[in-house]
Nanobody, 121 residues
Framework: QVQLVESGGGLVQPGGSLRLSCAAS????????MGWYRQAPGKQRELVAA???????NYADSVKGRFTISRDNAKNTVYLQMNSLKPEDTAVYYC???????????????WGQGTQVTVSS
């Protein structure tokens, strides 16, 4: 089994910052891409940012220049530094990882339970 545990969400004022963390644990052989998605009420889940095992990154246009994704491969952890937060960033943020488990040939996607980020004055 593989578990992804997120932390770092909360309430912040517009213009503020938050840092999300997501740690993967379990019978992990390797992790390819890791990423953050978000889902606001009444909207579809969308990709926020992703990072490969080699460090290549990809961002949604709406967060470019404000959010930074990074990872610590030794700790199987991915981070999302969110600066200059706006009310429209309010959503549940989900961690995603493409994991190859010990003894399993194929790679599977795993999801965290989600963490609420609310940007409001």
């Amino acid at each position: 089994q593989v578990q992804l545990v997120e932390s770092g969400g909360g309430l912040v004022q517009p213009g503020g910052s938050l840092r999300l963390s997501c740690a993967a644990s379990g019978s992990i052989l390797s992790i390819n891409a890791m990423g953050w998605y978000r889902q606001a009420p009444g909207k579809q889940r969308e990709l926020v940012a992703a990072i490969t095992s080699g460090g290549s990154t990809n961002y949604a246009d709406s967060v470019k220049g404000r959010f930074t994704i990074s990872r610590d491969n030794a700790k199987n952890t991915v981070y999302l530094q969110m600066n200059s937060l706006k009310p429209e960033d309010t959503a549940v943020y989900y961690c995603n990882a493409a994991v190859r488990r010990v003894g399993v040939i194929y790679e599977y996607d795993y999801w965290g339970q989600g963490t609420q980020v609310t940007v409001s004055s």
